[in-house]
């Protein structure tokens, strides 16, 4: 077996840490009260979450699966969203020691080097065989193909939009980086970390237990050679046992309530699961959040009234990687490139949702996503099959990083240098979205009030669009007071198609719905009035409400009794 290269990787990991320190500047002096923003909405749902887990469990001591207090008086479960445990149980302690604002910056900030750091220790292995002699450009380009992996679009799109749950890649990575080890040396140690990256990726996301679960087959197929001798191999089918004992003991405890939840779901409508697919151009987009071009870009991509969706940015490929990994595609040659490839082509074509789509027009073309909808258990509870492009966004970074690898193969040291820093700095200022924008996660005035009220009562929130949203549950546990609303990926449709009468505010049929849920307040967002059916003066005309205060933008109004 060939020795591979190495060098310090403190230093790597270093190099990375600055970088998505100075990207996000100055989210770093606010470490304990803002996160990414400029959005409150899956943010600010998995905060809440995040402070409920180790609230219900250190200090209530009751299950925190089941929320009294929220869509009261039926309770909430937390299945009816994304529950990711990697935050809400596995990092409990972390939260109840500090907070969960520092946690929820801690995981984001940890993922970006070890990301890039895994990335850069894999290419060292694949980038050692196509140069052994020139060992400095190995571990250069390998520090690129980590660097494109750790900043690309896909990962800075989700910190801007407060997907939390989908920043932890180092877990796919690690699965990965444990398979092709193992293929190598067959080592148990291999076995384990791939079980444990297949695990807590999982456990980050179930999109991080669907993308491995159907991409690393197609890998290992076309990496093994003969297929017949690896089945025959006993240590196939004792890594095969080890990885379905880690990743089972890990994840079936927390997969059990989505499994019932599944049984009783007709899953995400198929509209929606094609909708929120990508499209071929979504990869050639040139970043549509740079604040140089990226308002030209959505201008002319999605005319639409607000901007494009960052679901549709995050397959963008940056110049460089594109460039230097189409380049490379034919190039490379082997095994383990050619398994490459077709695991980027899968996972591609899995990107594309069940239907094509040119851009987001439909072109009713029926994809492989839409049969593994149809005979994998829980897929049709994936609503964003776009994100399969973090496979893509992987696979290319390597390529592009052998790519450049073979361009400056005959170059001199200095010239590899220079390229190198160039190629890095290039895909960073392509894949920078500008100054970074806080959120705040301090209570609101009208929290606090609340908080300062006697008696038992619930709230309720309107408009409706503000009530089902992450930042509404958020801010309920600063008042302690019960909400009948909720928020979640199956919640709010539910909640609109059951509760006509509630939706119906301020017709005065929602009185006594709200009345027989223990309603006392009912809050006025006025920052969202756009959105609702309704005016403010429309509220005021209702005799069953009166006006208690103002507070910022929420206007409180008492309900009266019948």
Do not use: C
């Amino acid at each position: 077996m060939r020795k591979v290269i190495r060098q310090p990787d403190g230093i790597v990991i270093a190099a990375y840490t600055i970088i998505i320190i100075v990207m996000t500047w100055p989210l770093l002096l606010h470490f304990d009260t803002h996160i990414l923003g400029p959005f409150k909405t899956d943010n600010f749902e998995l905060l809440w979450k995040m402070w409920w887990v180790p609230h219900a469990v250190f200090e209530q001591g009751q299950n925190p699966f089941l929320v009294p207090t929220v869509y009261y008086p039926s309770g909430y479960e937390l299945v009816l969203g994304e529950l990711t445990p990697l935050h809400t149980f596995l990092l409990a302690p972390l939260t109840w020691l500090t907070n969960e604002v520092v946690t929820y910056n801690v995981s984001f900030f940890v993922s970006a080097p070890l990301s890039g750091w895994l990335v850069y220790r894999l290419a060292q292995r694949w980038l050692s065989a196509l140069a052994p002699e020139n060992k400095q450009l190995v571990l250069y380009t390998a520090f690129f193909a980590g660097a494109a992996f750790a900043f690309s679009a896909y990962r800075i799109q989700k910190g801007i939009g407060g997907h939390l749950n989908l920043i932890p890649t180092q877990f796919v990575i690690l699965a990965f980086l444990g398979l092709d080890r193992w293929l190598d040396e067959r080592r148990l140690r291999d076995v384990v970390l791939a079980g444990l990256g297949f695990a807590l990726g999982a456990l980050s996301s179930w999109y991080y237990l669907y993308i491995p679960l159907l991409i690393l087959p197609i890998y290992l197929l076309l990496r093994v050679g003969s297929l017949t001798t690896f089945v025959r191999d006993r240590r196939t089918w004792l890594a095969a046992l080890i990885v379905a004992m880690i990743v089972g003991g890990l994840v079936i405890p927390f997969a059990l309530p989505y499994l019932r939840f599944d049984q009783t779901s007709d899953g995400i409508p198929l509209g929606q699961a094609s909708f929120w697919s990508a499209s071929p151009i979504d990869y050639l987009l040139p970043n549509p959040g740079h604040p140089l071009w990226g308002g030209l870009v959505q201008r002319v991509l999605w005319p639409f009234p607000g901007d494009m969706p960052l679901e549709f940015m995050i397959p963008a490929l940056d110049l460089v990687t594109l460039i230097f990994g189409v380049w490379a595609w034919r190039r490379l040659e082997g095994q383990r490139w050619r398994a490459l490839r077709w695991s980027i082509i899968a996972a591609f074509l899995l990107s594309l949702g069940p239907v094509f789509h040119l851009s987001r027009l439909p072109l009713g073309v029926p994809m492989p996503a839409a049969l593994v909808r149809l005979i994998l258990p829980g897929a049709d509870n994936l609503r964003t099959w776009g994100r399969f492009s973090l496979f893509v966004t992987f696979g290319m970074s390597l390529m592009a990083a052998g790519g450049l690898l073979l361009w400056l193969r005959e170059a001199t040291p200095n010239r590899q240098r220079i390229s190198i820093v160039i190629a890095v700095v290039a895909l960073l200022f392509i894949n920078w979205g500008g100054s970074a924008e806080l959120v705040d996660t301090k209570p609101r005035p009208v929290d606090l009030w609340l908080n300062e009220q006697p008696d038992d009562f619930a709230v309720m929130q309107y408009p409706i669009e503000s009530a089902l949203t992450g930042s509404s549950v958020f801010y309920a546990r600063f008042h302690n007071k019960p909400i009948i609303y909720a928020t979640g990926t199956f919640f709010n449709l539910q909640f609109v198609e059951q509760h006509s009468d509630i939706v119906a505010f301020p017709d005065s049929v929602a009185q006594q719905a709200l009345l027989e849920r223990d309603v006392r307040y009912v809050l006025v967002d006025t920052t969202n009035l756009e959105e609702a059916d309704f005016t403010l003066e429309d509220v005021e005309r209702q005799s069953w409400l009166r006006h208690i205060i103002t507070l910022g933008e929420q206007q409180v109004y008492e309900i009266l009794p019948t």
